[in-house]
């Protein structure tokens, strides 16, 4: 492990055809490693997801986050651009899938690549991280607090977002999920449902809940930040990685 | 995926904004979430926009619940104590 990164904004098309910002780090060592497409929390292709991104670099891991909202235009206020993406609907199920699979055959063609790519998603980003292991063949999935994966949004909810139980049967990669048991999206009751569909399923899946911790646990800039479950939580990811994403 | 609604409406009329420039504003976003800025766990956020001049054009505010109460008091009384002739 080295903590001498590369980080910059590169441009990957989407299999939408759309011309993405993708933030990329990756160690400046040599040797083959895994890869990990980080997908943004609702806010943005902000500050702190980028953080999030080179800290798993900084972990041993090709990095590759694309700005769900590039559609929006270049260079933008990452808040302004989640505001003008909000207003539309948000992100289509399918078009995030497509942004996602850019963003792992990105990593899968660097030479460092050993072939195998994880996903990895807060808030919002924890259900697409989900959606895309469903729809993609990935290595591994961590899905942070994600609301409505299962359950059902509320009546009129303007977003295009479903749940996604007729879809966890796809499941293409072991998953790791890390919730707060204070938090009401998704609620502790929506994780036991979702524990029980993976067993069900048979499908390779891990909690970890912590009590004293609500939704967005992991945030560092925000009331909700809990050093004891984030602190604890990124040993549960670095493991989780290591290994389904090791050489 | 936090929010609840996100609620949007024609607006007519002008905000101070980006760079200090004022522009006219065409649309109301307004829902309640987690804010970008402010130190609370959800707000409710209202970006006041005109979307022909792209996603820069906005003026976003996040309030807490109370402070949106009171606010909606505010303009509410405002509005009241205009002569009904001049609010139509």
């Known amino acids: 492990m080295s903590d001498s990164l590369t980080a910059q904004t590169i441009k990957i098309t989407s299999g939408t055809g759309d011309q993405l910002e993708t933030y990329v780090s990756s160690p400046l060592a040599d040797g083959k490693r895994g890869g990990v497409v980080v997908i943004h929390h609702l806010p943005g292709y902000d500050r702190a997801t980028k953080e999030l991104a080179r800290r798993i670099a900084e972990l041993g891991y090709d990095v590759a986050m694309p700005n769900l909202y590039s559609r929006e235009g270049e260079g933008l206020d990452p808040a302004d651009a989640a505001a003008a993406?909000?207003?539309?609907?948000?992100v289509p199920d399918s078009q995030l899938v497509a942004d996602v699979a850019a963003a792992a055959e990105h990593l899968r063609s660097l030479p460092t690549s050993n072939g195998k790519v994880g996903v990895i998603g807060h808030c919002s980003g924890g259900r697409q991280s989900v959606l895309a292991a469903c729809n993609l063949e990935l290595d591994a999935a961590v899905d942070c607090y994600g609301a409505f994966?299962?359950?059902?949004?509320?009546?009129?909810?303007?977003?295009?977002?479903?749940?996604?139980?007729?879809?966890?049967?796809?499941?293409s990669a072991p998953l790791l999920g890390l919730f707060g048991n204070e938090d009401q999206h998704p609620s502790?009751?929506?994780?036991?449902?979702?524990?029980?569909i993976l067993k069900q399923l048979g499908k390779p899946y891990?909690?970890?809940r912590y009590d004293d911790a609500g939704h967005a646990f992991f945030s560092v800039d925000r009331p909700s930040y809990r050093v004891a479950a984030a602190n604890d939580g990124w040993e549960q990811i670095e493991s989780f990685f290591a290994t389904n994403l090791g050489v | 995926?936090?929010?609840?609604?996100?609620?949007?409406?024609?607006?007519?009329?002008?905000a101070k904004g980006p760079a200090s420039k004022w522009f006219h504003v065409t649309n109301g976003?307004?829902?309640?979430d987690h804010p970008v800025h402010a130190m609370a766990e959800h707000t409710l956020n209202i970006d006041f926009a005109d979307p022909s001049k792209g996603p820069g054009a906005r003026v976003a505010v996040e309030l807490t619940a109370q402070s949106a109460r009171d606010l909606i008091a505010a303009i509410e009384g405002a509005l009241a104590s205009a002569p009904a002739e001049m609010t139509v």
């Open chain 1, 85 to 90: 993406a909000r207003a539309k609907g948000g």
């Open chain 1, 206 to 208: 891990e909690f970890h």
């Open chain 1, 149 to 171: 994966v299962v359950g059902t949004p509320p009546e009129g909810f303007p977003l295009k977002v479903t749940n996604l139980v007729d879809q966890l049967p796809k499941l």
């Open chain 1, 188 to 196: 502790p009751e929506q994780v036991d449902e979702l524990d029980g």
């Open chain 2, 29 to 32: 976003t307004v829902y309640f």
């Open chain 2, 1 to 14: 995926m936090c929010t609840y609604a996100t609620l949007t409406t024609d607006l007519e009329g002008s």
